[in-house]
């Protein structure tokens, strides 16, 4: 049985929370960068987050469990020209859907999306957007997500 835990919206105050979070899951996906580019990163996060949440375009859940923070989500909101698809263009980006190792499979990321859908609902948006790692994907499609065949992404690094 699974102990209980708490969810809450973070505020400017938790800042470096997040910061921590987004780092612990990239250091999972992807290449830790060079040391003289990991403080410039660390700052492009604090900039990121202060900025997007004072402007409420980026919001973020936390699971507290004994006053530590176990997982945490994030949601960006973005605007796009309208096409056929989102005639209005808005659309909502999940992102940074972390849970520590110990914590997963109880739950808990149901739990916090289920919160960013009450946040993106009230905005009355209905176009949602996420990339996925491979541990995740059982989690979105279980709430409906596809992999959107009219809109591969392709990136170009300069």
Same mark, same amino acid.
């Given at each position: 049985?699974?102990?209980?835990?708490?969810?809450?919206?973070?505020?400017?105050?938790?800042?470096?929370?997040?910061?921590?979070?987004?780092?612990?899951?990239?250091?999972?996906?992807?290449?830790?960068?060079?040391?003289?580019?990991?403080?410039?990163?660390?700052n492009s996060l604090k900039d990121f987050f202060l900025n997007n949440m004072k402007s409420n375009?980026?919001?973020?859940?936390?699971?507290?469990?004994?006053?530590?923070?176990?997982? =945490?989500? +994030?949601?960006?909101? *973005?605007?796009?020209?309208?096409? #056929?698809?989102?005639?209005? /263009?808005?659309?909502?980006? !999940?992102?940074?859907?972390?849970?520590?190792?110990?914590?997963?499979?109880?739950?808990?990321?149901?739990?916090?999306?289920?919160?960013?859908?009450?946040?993106?609902?009230?905005?009355?948006?209905?176009?949602?957007?996420?990339?996925? =790692?491979? +541990?995740?994907?059982? *989690?979105?499609?279980?709430?409906? #997500?596809?992999?959107?065949? /009219?809109?591969?992404?392709? !990136?170009?690094?300069?």
């Amino acid at each position: 049985m699974i102990s209980m835990y708490s969810l809450r919206k973070a505020n400017l105050n938790d800042i470096d929370k997040l910061i921590e979070f987004r780092i612990e899951f990239l250091k999972e996906i992807q290449e830790y960068p060079p040391n003289k580019e990991f403080e410039i990163f660390q700052n492009s996060l604090k900039d990121f987050f202060l900025n997007n949440m004072k402007s409420n375009e980026f919001i973020a859940w936390f699971a507290e469990f004994d006053n530590e923070i176990i997982a =945490t989500s +994030g949601l960006s909101f *973005l605007q796009k020209p309208p096409h #056929f698809v989102n005639i209005t /263009g808005k659309f909502a980006y !999940i992102m940074n859907m972390y849970t520590k190792p110990k914590w997963r499979k109880k739950g808990i990321g149901s739990a916090l999306l289920e919160k960013l859908f009450e946040e993106i609902k009230s905005r009355g948006i209905q176009s949602i957007v996420l990339h996925t =790692t491979l +541990g995740g994907r059982h *989690l979105y499609e279980k709430y409906g #997500f596809r992999e959107n065949d /009219g809109d591969k992404e392709m !990136i170009l690094k300069l």
